[in-house]
């Protein structure tokens, strides 16, 4: 039985898997072209994806793209971000800040 100060226990990955997916879904950007929003969305996967399988390189190789891309020089080549596009990738990346995976797995610490 749990009592009312006690917590469920859920991984901090899982909760941030759960705040990303939320994030996605709280705030809409109707801005967004089709072709921007599928863009948006491959960002946020490659995140979650890292997440999931607690892959530090990977998700720190997402984080970096999704600052690149929203916070680098317009590439070269295609058209340039539109500003709808910088604000869902500025808020993605707000969103991912905090996202940490523990340099060791949490069932090493219980050995």
Known sequence: MMHSTEQPTTSPALAWAHHLSAAATTHPAPD???????????????????????????LHS??????????GPPGTSGPPA?????S????????MAIVLLPRHPTSALSH
Do not use: C, T
């Not at 089709?34 to 390189?57: F, P, T």
């Not at 539109?82 to 910088?86: D, G, P, V, Y």
């Not at 869902?88 to 969103?95: I, K, M, N, Q, T």
């Open 32 to 58: 967004l072209s089709d072709a921007e929003a599928l863009r948006v969305q491959r960002y946020r996967d490659q995140l979650l994806a890292a997440l999931q399988a607690h892959d530090r390189a990977a």
């Open 88 to 95: 869902a990738l500025r808020d993605l990346s707000w969103h």
């Open 82 to 86: 539109s500003a709808a596009l910088r």
């Open 62 to 71: 997402a984080k970096q793209a999704v600052l690149r891309a929203a916070y």
